[in-house]
T-cell receptor, first 111, second 115 residues
Framework: QKEVEQDPGPLSVPEGAIVSLNCTYSNSAFQYFMWYRQYSRKGPELLMYTYSSGNKEDGRFTAQVDKSSKYISLFIRDSQPSDSATYLCAVDQTGANNLFFGTGTRLTVIP | ETGVTQTPRHLVMGMTNKKSLKCEQHLGHNAMYWYKQSAKKPLELMFVYSLEERVENNSVPSRFSPECPNSSHLFLHLHTLQPEDSALYLC??????????????FGPGTRLTVL
């Protein structure tokens, strides 16, 4: 069983739509939850980081963690063409950077 | 230069060649990482260095040989690779590798093609 499962998409939405990206994980010991964004020909960059359960908001982005169902989500409001990228979820048990990544979801926002 | 840089950005090599990938971080970090990113697969952690010591080697074949001469530089030496080794190789760094969460900063990657 993979540590993290992520729907690879691709996902296409019109500009202004609300986007929901999701991952599930297998080990309840994971405590750190990250979302990375990777533009074409670039390395991943950290978008959001959450410790334990709950929500975290940063501008148009909201990360949610539901530890009871081992489910993590990233919501993008008022999506923009510049949000077109691959979004990777990642989990970590101890914060020591033993990251387990999802396969990534490719998102295209159409103007 | 800022952040994490990697050279070369693209590399094509034959199965009998020897080549090296270079990573340099300009962030004053103490930990550095090599990842492999293949299509439709999760990022795979290959090696971790903390304070120039290798602290993790995730069952990577011996045809991949890392080197960390100082805390700012990381190399991945390649020899007798296989076509399935074709992938994007990403370098990352973080301030430390223990204690509370430390963000990893990634370089742009080296796109490797093995013929």
């Amino acid at each position: 069983q993979k540590e993290v499962e992520q729907d690879p998409g691709p996902l296409s939405v019109p500009e202004g739509a609300i986007v929901s990206l999701n991952c599930t994980y297998s080990n309840s010991a994971f405590q750190y939850f990250m979302w990375y964004r990777q533009y074409s020909r670039k390395g991943p960059e950290l978008l959001m980081y959450t410790y334990s359960s709950g929500n975290k908001e940063d501008g148009r982005f909201t990360a949610q963690v539901d530890k009871s169902s081992k489910y993590i989500s990233l919501f993008i409001r008022d999506s923009q063409p510049s949000d077109s990228a691959t979004y990777l979820c990642a989990v970590d048990q101890t914060g020591a950077n033993n990251l387990f990544f999802g396969t990534g979801t490719r998102l295209t926002v159409i103007p | 230069e800022t952040g994490v840089t990697q050279t070369p950005r693209h590399l094509v090599m034959g199965m009998t060649n020897k080549k090296s990938l270079k990573c340099e971080q300009h962030l004053g970090h103490n930990a550095m990482y090599w990842y492999k990113q293949s299509a439709k697969k999760p990022l795979e952690l290959m090696f971790v260095y903390s304070l120039e010591e290798r602290v993790e080697n995730n069952s990577v074949p011996s045809r991949f040989s890392p080197e960390c001469p100082n805390s700012s530089h990381l190399f991945l030496h390649l020899h007798t690779l296989q076509p399935e080794d074709s992938a994007l190789y990403l370098c990352a760094s973080s301030q430390d590798r223990a204690g509370s969460y430390n963000e990893q900063f990634f370089g742009p990657g080296t796109r490797l093609t093995v013929l």
